[in-house]
Each structure stands twice: as structure tokens, then as C-alpha cells.
């Protein structure tokens, strides 16, 4: 299975990035990986807010690739495109983040207390290693993005 192998099931388009967007989805996943660091914060809503850092990186990723999805599970594919995007050393992290995109969808939409304090602090800190990766990669094709130097903010 390839990503354009999904293209053809129709479950991902043809989508050109740009420096401005990919600088964009960046500043949001530093913005959100800082903020999930905030401990006054639940477990939950860290949780859901480190969630969102992953999910933006990986779209960076799809979106390098040359590809978005479609809306129908877009959370799901984005999230499982890592292995695709940045090699097969990632698929058990794809499974990891499919798990965490269930549970923040309980802690979101049907619960409270369903992400213990040990789960954020293990996605943020996953957000934070994910991060230097696809900046790392991303530094090939966009040397002039300017984030290769930068840390994530703590």
C-alpha cells in the first residue's frame, strides 16, 4: 500500500503546499505543543491539545507528500499517512495516534477524566520528538522555512 494507492480509492487528493502553509501548520502544533504543557490544565484537554499538535505535523507531512484527504475520515488517514510519509519505522506510531484520535474524541465529545496525566504527558511528549522529525525532512525540500534551528517551545 502506497499513498497513491490511497489516491486511487479516492480517500486522499492531489494538494500543492506552499512555505506559508506549511509555516502556518507549524506555528500551530508549537503554539499547541506549548500549550499542552500547561499542568493547571486537565488531562483531557492537554491530552486533546497534543493530539492536535501530531495531527498538524502529520498533515505537514501529507501535504509534503503532495497529497490531503478527503473529508470522510480525514483525522484517520492523516494520522496513518506517517508511515507512508516518513517511512515504515513509523507505522506503530500511526497505530499510537489512531488510539489517542478514539480517545480524544471520548474526552472531546462524550466524557471527562478519560486521559490520565501519564497518556498527556506521553503524547506530549511524542508531539515533541514527532516534531523534530518532520522538521528534519522538511528541512530537504524547504531549506528557507527557517525551522530547522528551533526548538518546540516547553
Not at 493547571?40 to 491530552?47: E, I
Not at 495516534?97 to 471520548?106: Q, T
Request: net charge negative.
Amino acid at each position: 500500500m502506497s499513498l497513491e494507492d490511497w489516491h486511487k480509492f479516492g480517500w486522499l487528493k492531489p494538494h500543492e503546499t506552499s512555505f506559508e502553509e506549511l509555516s502556518n501548520l507549524l506555528a500551530i502544533a508549537d503554539r499547541d505543543i506549548a500549550d499542552s504543557g500547561v499542568d493547571s490544565l486537565s488531562a483531557d484537554w492537554r491530552f486533546g491539545i497534543a493530539y492536535n499538535a501530531a495531527l498538524k505535523l502529520c498533515t505537514m507531512m501529507l501535504y509534503d507528500a503532495g497529497f490531503m484527504p478527503e473529508k470522510a475520515l480525514a483525522h484517520y488517514r492523516t494520522l496513518l499517512s506517517i508511515q507512508y510519509t516518513l517511512g515504515e519505522h513509523r507505522k506503530q506510531d500511526a497505530e499510537y495516534l489512531d488510539a489517542c484520535r478514539v480517545k480524544r474524541n471520548h474526552v472531546e465529545y462524550d466524557y471527562v477524566n478519560g486521559a490520565s496525566e501519564t497518556e498527556a504527558s506521553e503524547l506530549v511528549d511524542f508531539a515533541k520528538a514527532l516534531r523534530a522529525e518532520v522538521v528534519e525532512k522538511l528541512k530537504a525540500n524547504y531549506p528557507d522555512l527557517g525551522i530547522a534551528e528551533e526548538d518546540p517551545p516547553e
